[in-house]
């Protein structure tokens, strides 16, 4: 299958700091890229949608400003979580699939323990 | 709003049994359904892909089921191995192309 490769695997920060979480599809090009939060015990909630050369769509109630997204390449999408606070911490995923639009198998990076102090 | 659920939440079994696992999803207007495996803190491992079209798939153990009209899949695995014990998931793809979870199954087999 189709390789996602997201980095960090785990970061703490300090409240009030930004955090840079990449996602890259290693040998696919992906003009849509997924990012999902999971709370512990929790299923993957969709955040927002991350168009390449476009804005990113975000879910309702996901705030724009605090979670940037930018997709800048085919197979690279960037999760920014802006001056985090400790309730920012979770479990963030991001995926992608090769295949055509509505019909594409979703592979996932290894995701991003994301620890706020 | 697509809706996914998954019974049971909890299952533990002896090593070597056969079991089944269910998903079931409130709108039928799908492209195709997934089942995933997630290890403790760890991504998610795609296991397999049924299209809309499709009925059923099979990869070693596992197999996998999908009736759209009632909105129901189960995923069976035979033979059951302790390194089999994690979270599986089921997720439905809809024409917007991201996926819908359903709550997940924590599995737990017993050597």
């Known amino acids: 299958g189709a390789v996602v490769s997201q980095h960090p695997s785990r970061v703490i920060c300090k409240s009030g700091t930004s955090v840079k979480i990449e996602c890259r599809s290693l040998?696919?090009?992906?003009?849509?890229m997924f990012w999902y939060r999971q709370f512990p015990k929790q299923s993957l909630m969709l955040m927002a949608t991350?168009?390449?050369?476009?804005?990113?769509?975000?879910e309702q109630g996901v705030e724009k400003d605090k979670f940037l997204i930018n997709h800048a390449s085919l197979t690279l999408s960037t999760l920014t979580v802006t001056s985090a606070h400790p309730e920012d911490s979770s479990f963030y995923i991001c995926?992608?699939?090769?295949?055509?639009?509505?019909?594409?198998?979703?592979?996932f990076g290894q995701g991003t323990r994301l620890t706020v102090v | 709003k697509q809706e996914v659920t998954q019974i049971p939440a909890a299952l533990s079994v002896p090593e070597g049994e056969n079991l089944v696992l269910n998903c079931s999803f409130t709108?039928?207007?799908?492209?195709?359904l997934q089942w995933f495996r997630q290890d403790p803190g760890k991504g998610l491992t795609s296991l397999l892909l049924?299209?809309?079209?499709?009925r059923e798939q099979t990869s070693g153990r596992l197999n996998a089921s999908l009736d759209k009209s009632s909105g129901r899949s189960t995923l069976y695995i035979a033979a059951s191995q302790p390194g089999d014990s994690a979270t599986y998931l089921c997720?439905?793809?809809?024409?917007?192309?991201?996926?819908?979870f359903g709550t997940g199954t924590r599995l737990t087999v017993i050597p």
């Open positions: 995926s992608a699939g090769p295949g055509s639009r509505g019909n594409t198998e979703a592979f």
């Open positions: 040998d696919f090009q992906a003009t849509t």
């Open positions: 991350s168009n390449e050369g476009s804005k990113a769509t975000y």
């Open positions: 709108d039928s207007a799908i492209y195709n």
């Open positions: 049924i299209q809309s079209s499709q």
């Open positions: 997720a439905v793809q809809t024409g917007a192309n991201n996926l819908f």
